[in-house]
């Protein structure tokens, strides 16, 4: 049976070291001080956003091999594959005919992607190290792509509170991971509340992404037509 809890302890893990960061640099007041922020608050704020980017981005990547080898368990054919999953099982025969020039498309190309369709028996083709990127880098519109596939439904529903947020949080990553940006002049627009909020609402929406998935990946018919 599919087992999310790996997911989740590795998503809370990376969770809680953003968590640990911000606590360092934004002590808590107490009755007989305030608090006063660090020196480097706004820059560990600016890498908090690294630190939550990572965290998605590892979730997508190690969530799609994990269905992806619990299809191949299935040990069903390619044909009885659900589409989604057939897709992953085409990738490699897609990706071998991409750039076959005209006149060996029909001759050599498009027969093998049609045998690989259904290439009979049990014979399962799942690549479990493939990724349905599309060009976006871990934008929503990747999400959207990768819920459609594995038939995840309203994914804007599931990340409700941060759903409107992923992209800019996509973007402030890029800028300091490129170098366009610091980690200070990204730090420097949250809050202390800010970043809190943005780091429990990230941990609450993933962990319930992957609570959906878990009940969806644990019927055989997730991955199979009955």
């Not at 390619?78 to 991409?98: H, K």
Request: net charge positive.
């Amino acid at each position: 049976m599919f087992d999310i809890n790996p997911h989740i302890t590795a998503l809370q893990d990376r969770i809680s070291s953003a968590v640990r960061l911000v606590d360092e640099t934004h002590p808590r007041p107490t009755p007989n001080a305030t608090s006063i922020p660090g020196p480097i608050s706004r820059e560990v704020k600016g890498f908090v956003l690294v630190l939550l980017f990572g965290a998605y981005e590892n979730l997508m990547s190690s969530l799609t091999r994990s269905l992806l080898e619990e299809a191949l368990k299935m040990r069903v054919g390619n044909r009885r594959l659900r589409p989604g999953f057939r897709a992953f099982a085409l990738v490699s025969s897609a990706q071998s005919i991409r750039d076959l020039p005209g006149k060996r498309l029909y001759s050599h190309g498009l027969p093998k992607l049609v045998e690989a369709a259904d290439p009979g028996g049990r014979i399962c083709t799942i690549d479990p190290s493939a990724f349905p990127s599309d060009g976006s880098f871990m934008r929503i519109s990747q999400i959207a792509v990768w819920c459609s596939l594995f038939d995840i439904p309203n994914p804007h529903l599931i990340l409700h509170r941060t759903w409107a947020l992923i992209d800019a949080v996509v973007a402030q990553r890029n800028g300091i991971a490129h170098g366009r940006l610091t980690p200070d002049q990204v730090g420097r627009d949250y809050s202390e509340i800010e970043i809190r909020q943005l780091i429990d609402d990230w941990r609450d929406d993933w962990t319930e992404f992957l609570r959906v998935v878990e009940g969806r990946a644990r019927s055989r018919d997730f991955y199979r037509i009955p």
